[in-house]
């Protein structure tokens, strides 16, 4: 079935240390891959989104990767702040249309300054 | 995003009650999902809706119920037949009918009295 992998559970970084996280999708026709940062208590929010005609996309400090024939995708955060401590959930249509996501399970980083 | 509106940020139900959560957009977007989020884990879909009077299970419909009566609103009911409750629970919308970003309210949390 569909599914989406994501990996590691928790991340612990020093301030100015890159992280980075990954995701595994299952179904090959999946084309648009969101992920979305989750602070305490509060909304998830959309940080970076890609799709499948490019391979990477950045924005800042903030970059994705692509690999389609690996059907996996990749966040790349550097010179991490204090501030980007959160949990980040990467996330993967679903099959039968309606915009449907599929979320991993996600990510807890922790940036010490 | 300002766009979305849930209400209450807490709920507290008492056993046997049926109690419905407000979600409301002014994006004009035409889907809206719900989702549940337990401590420490992701999103999982409940239901969702990609058109007006026109609405589909998720992963864990039972014990819920949702309408879709309005393009703006989209209530979820957490009936007494849901015999675990608590949790955090998200709305979100978007527009298109595929790849395209989910936008979520502020959620609400729900707990047993």
């Known amino acids: 079935g569909e599914n989406v992998e994501q990996h590691p559970s928790t991340l612990s970084v020093q301030e100015g240390d890159s992280a980075v996280i990954k995701c595994t999708y299952s179904d090959s026709a999946s084309n648009y891959f969101p992920w979305y940062k989750q602070e305490l208590g509060k909304r998830p929010q959309l940080i970076i989104d890609?799709?499948?005609?490019?391979g990477e996309k950045k924005d800042q400090r903030i970059a994705v990767t692509l690999n389609k024939t690996a059907k996996h995708f990749s966040l790349h955060i550097t010179e991490t702040q204090p501030e980007d401590s959160a949990v980040y959930f990467c996330?993967?249509?679903?099959?039968?249309?309606?915009?449907?996501?599929?979320f991993g399970a996600g990510t807890r980083l922790a940036v010490h300054p | 995003d300002g766009g979305i509106t849930q209400s209450p940020k807490y709920l507290f139900r008492k056993e046997g009650q049926n109690v419905t959560l407000s979600c409301e957009q002014n994006l004009n977007h035409d889907a809206m999902y719900w989702y549940r989020q337990d401590p420490g884990q992701g999103l999982r879909l409940i239901y969702y809706?990609?058109?007006?009077?026109?609405?589909q299970k998720g992963d864990i419909a039972e014990g819920y119920s949702v309408s879709r009566e309005k393009k703006e609103s989209f209530p979820l009911t957490v009936t007494s037949a849901q015999k675990n409750p608590t949790a955090f629970y998200l709305c979100?919308?978007?527009?298109?009918?595929?790849?395209?970003?989910?936008?979520f309210g502020d959620g609400t949390r729900l707990s047993i009295l």
């Open positions: 996330a993967a249509p679903r099959s039968g249309g309606y915009n449907k996501l599929i």
């Open positions: 890609i799709r499948s005609n490019v």
């Open positions: 979100a919308s978007s527009n298109g009918p595929s790849g395209q970003p989910q936008h």
């Open positions: 809706s990609q058109i007006v009077n026109d609405f």
